[in-house]
């Protein structure tokens, strides 16, 4: 069989590669890294955490590229586009680098013995992204934990400071069921005297435990780092002292200044080897862009996007949509994976909903809107306030034809219902711009 040519042939050949979406375990990727010799000699950040990583990961990248500082930041999902996993320098790798990347890792994936070694989707773009980042003369690598953190394929990097955002249920059939089971899973990315940046104001035993047994100092919000809210500023306090009149970060929602001052603690500890200013601190927080997390649209209705999808999450988007204004009726527009607490999303976000557009999101994992229906008149949520439809683009479109221009449409459930809104919006504006003859 020939080799793909094309970045959406190599996506689609990547997914048959292992008989498995999910395989946890280092032995596969590592060796294959072997193989290719991949090394960064970069100090890298790994960052894991049930909600956070994103929004954390994208403002350790804005504040290092304000300072100067040529970054590689590697993430998951993405919402449009494959490339924007894979960013170096601040912009998404191009077409031909990941076809280049691809290429280096199938050679040594096929290399030994005559066996091909099986990897997943996720591993093989692991190994694709750290090879582009070892060649590319960076200064600084941030890495997000794809699942758990423990047998992560982006674990085979040692990082020199660990990250954890926060610890919820989340992922359960993989990390096990309980909190304390999830944080032994995440506690996996701490090495050896490398310092712990942790988000989580109560931790686990486990994670506290595992910290202390391999002499990896924690540094815990509220402890040894920490944050003021005011009213058009904020205060950071942390490893290397305090910082005030600093500018809220152009992410939306008060719980991104804990995702900043984590941000922040990372850069004390890096400060060494990668000294940021306080002026590209304040520049950094004031262009991060992320797609999806808490993303308020122009125009009317308001319309607002989040990648929401478990009961954490929902929590603090119903808590951020709170927050806004006066709006006379919210709409949902749901879709969830199947293997997901649907219910405990529901019962997080619920109050916050007057009408529910529910969407069938595409298998083997997505819900139906038949299932959702079904948990919302469980929790009961009146038939007249649900509307099913076959995909998320009609689901907004109902849902924008019926809101008011004071009400709000909030988007949310996962990335793939997020991605879909999102693509469906940039088919209208496609549709509706002028065209010139």
């Known amino acids: 069989m020939s080799r793909p040519t094309t970045q959406a042939a190599w996506l689609a050949y990547l997914e048959t590669l292992h008989p498995k979406a999910i395989a946890m375990g280092l032995d596969r990727v590592e060796a294959v890294r072997a193989r290719m010799g991949t090394t960064l000699a970069c100090p890298v950040v790994t960052v894991g955490g049930t909600n956070g990583k994103g929004s954390t990961c994208a403002l350790l990248e804005s504040m290092f ?18 490339n924007e996993r ?13 076809v280049s990347a691809f290429e280096a890792v199938e050679d040594a994936r096929v290399a030994a013995s005559g066996v091909p070694t099986p990897l997943t989707y996720f591993e093989f773009g692991t190994l694709a992204a750290l090879w582009l980042f070892a060649r590319a003369g960076l200064d600084v690598v941030v890495l997000e934990v794809g699942l758990g953190g423990r047998l992560d394929a982006v674990n085979i990097v ?6 954890i955002t926060s610890i919820d249920l989340d992922h359960m059939d993989f990390l096990g069921p309980t909190r304390d089971d999830i944080a032994r ?15 989580e104001p109560d931790p686990p035993v486990p994670l506290v435990g595992h910290a202390a047994t391999l002499g990896a100092p924690l540094v815990l919000l509220g402890r040894d780092y920490g944050y003021v809210a005011e009213a058009t500023q904020w205060q950071y306090w942390g490893p290397a002292g305090k910082r005030f009149g600093l500018p809220h970060p152009a992410l939306r929602g008060a719980h991104q200044l804990a995702n900043a001052a984590t941000a922040l603690a990372v850069l004390d500890l890096l400060h060494a080897r990668l000294p940021v200013a306080g002026g590209a601190i304040r520049d950094g927080l004031l262009a991060i862009a992320l797609p999806g997390r808490f993303q308020v649209l122009p125009g009317r209705p308001t319309v607002v996007l989040d990648v929401a999808h478990n009961p954490h999450a929902a929590q603090v988007l119903a808590a951020a949509a709170g927050r806004m204004g006066f709006h006379p009726r919210t709409f949902a527009v749901f879709g969830m994976l199947a293997d997901k607490d649907i219910a405990g999303v529901v019962a997080a976000i619920g109050p916050r909903i007057d009408s529910w557009y ?4 595409p298998r083997p994992r997505g819900a139906s809107a038949a299932a959702l229906q079904a948990v919302l008149g469980g929790a009961g949520v009146a038939p007249a306030a649900i509307r099913a439809f076959d995909d998320v683009a009609a689901a907004l479109a109902a849902a924008r ?5 004071a009400d709000r449409i909030i988007v949310f459930g996962s990335f793939l219902t997020v991605a879909a809104a999102l693509a469906a919006l940039e088919r209208g504006a496609a549709s509706r711009a002028p065209r010139h003859g």
């Open 65 to 82: 590229a304000a300072a100067g500082f040529r970054t590689g930041l590697y993430s998951s999902p993405h919402l449009l586009r494959y």
């Open 86 to 98: 894979v960013r170096i320098g601040g912009r998404e790798a191009t077409d031909a680098l990941l």
């Open 158 to 163: 040692a990082a020199d400071v660990a990250v």
């Open 185 to 199: 899973e995440k506690a996996g990315i701490f090495r050896a005297g490398r310092p712990v940046v942790c988000a």
């Open 358 to 361: 529910v969407a069938t999101l």
């Open 401 to 405: 034809g019926d809101a008011g221009e």
